[in-house]
């Protein structure tokens, strides 16, 4: 009888997730673990002053076998680079073991964590993986991601300047918007990085990454151009490249945005 080749499919997905990750030695004692919660972070609708609870992750998860400590101090303020960059790999090891969604883990190549500066002062957050970024295991690679580099490029930003995530960290089947309940599994991981870089600035980067993040139904049409607050952090929203891909004439308006939240960090666009 041939062997299922089904846990060999999967070891060899973890190992090269772990591997993106920056993880070069696995015990063998390695299990799957979930990410102890982050610390409640109110969500603040700025422009207009009422409150909103963040969507937050799957109470199954609290529920989960773990017998790790928390990975999120009170100071985090306080955390060095290479403190932030090592907590940073741990989640990124338990995201490579994660089969809570088991259809994405399945058909996924690996998982696409994040990139960036640990100390960003910017952070993006996308949808989900796509094609080249599950090969490659970084996000934003595609021709959305180099659309992303030519905008930053334009608001004097480095990529390695800022630190780029998604809602997801597994591809959805044909590109798919990421399902509620995936985002609600993957929201540990989404909170452990935002703890974890507190960036003073979150881009939504379309109205997926907005309602999951702010918990906000609007449209981006409708979200543009205000300052909403998720815990320290101002949060601004605009298109994903993807859509300007479709709708070039959008450009202008991401443009706006981005001189928008430059302004308000005291660098003036509009000279470019």
């Known amino acids: 009888m041939a062997k299922n080749p089904i846990p060999r499919r999967a070891a060899a997905q973890q190992l090269a997730s772990l591997r993106a990750a920056g993880v070069t030695r696995v015990s063998r004692s390695t299990r799957v673990q979930s990410v102890p919660p982050a610390p409640s972070r109110g969500t603040t609708n700025a422009s207009h002053g009422t409150d909103a609870a963040p969507l937050r992750g799957s109470t199954s998860a609290a529920t989960r076998e773990s017998a790790e400590p928390s990975l999120f101090q009170p100071n985090r303020s306080g955390l060095s680079r290479s403190e932030r960059e090592e907590r940073l790999r741990a989640v990124a090891a338990r995201v490579a073991l994660c089969t809570r969604c088991q259809d994405l883990a399945a058909a996924r190549t690996q998982t696409v964590f994040g990139v960036g500066n640990p100390e960003a002062e910017i952070m993006f957050v996308g949808e989900a993986p796509g094609a080249d970024e599950d090969r490659q295991g970084e996000p934003f690679v595609g021709a ?38 995936e985002a609600a599994n993957c929201r540990e991981y989404l909170d452990a990085q935002i703890e974890l870089v507190d960036p003073a600035y979150i881009v939504c980067l379309g109205s997926v990454a907005a309602k999951n993040l702010l918990g906000l139904a609007d449209s981006i049409g409708k979200l543009r151009v205000r300052i909403f607050q998720y815990g320290r952090a101002k949060v601004v929203c605009t298109y994903h490249p993807a859509y300007l891909l479709r709708n070039p004439a959008a450009k202008k308006d991401v443009w706006d945005d981005m001189k928008f939240l430059m302004r308000d960090r005291g660098i003036d666009l509009s000279s470019k």
Not at 148 to 167: F, G, H, P
């Open 144 to 181: 959305a991601g180099q659309l992303l580099n030519r905008i930053l490029e334009a608001s004097k930003l480095n990529r390695s300047d800022v630190y780029i995530c998604n809602i997801l960290r597994c591809r959805p089947p044909g590109n798919r918007n990421p399902l509620p309940d």
